[in-house]
């Protein structure tokens, strides 16, 4: 069993910066980033493969997200900058050991979510 555990997560204003983190118990394969907002499924917004040759973004966060890692520390990590009211919605990280696209179906662990909330 792998556990995920984030941080980072809070409220910012419209234009802000936040930076998620999260840490797992051991090394996997691809780490990535969920969100769901009130009442909506949860969707995609990146991930990466171990090495960071990969990564794979959901279009609305292109140019505004950015995904890292870092092995040593068994960590991903998601910048978000000039974000929108839109993007305000519980963030999960995620791990797969198959696969850096990262389809739901992919994952295998899944974090508790960190709270992200942007005013305008």
């Known amino acids: 069993q792998v556990h995920l555990v984030e941080s980072g997560g809070g409220l910012v204003q419209a234009g802000g910066a936040l930076r998620l983190s999260c840490k797992a118990s051991?090394?996997?394969?691809?780490m990535g980033w969920f969100r769901q907002a009130p009442g909506k499924e949860r969707d995609f917004v990146a991930a990466?493969?171990?090495?960071?040759?990969?990564?794979n973004y959901e279009d609305s966060v292109k140019g505004r997200f950015t995904i890292s890692r870092d092995n040593a520390a068994k960590a991903v990590y998601l910048k978000m900058d000039t974000l929108r009211p839109e993007d305000t919605a519980v963030y999960y990280c995620?791990?797969?050991?198959?696969?850096?696209?990262?389809?739901?179906?992919?994952?295998?662990?899944w974090g508790q979510g960190t709270q992200v909330a942007v005013s305008s």
């Open positions: 990466i493969d171990y090495n960071g040759d990969y990564t």
């Open positions: 995620a791990a797969s050991h198959r696969s850096a696209r990262m389809a739901k179906a992919d994952v295998d662990y």
């Open positions: 051991v090394s996997v394969y691809a």
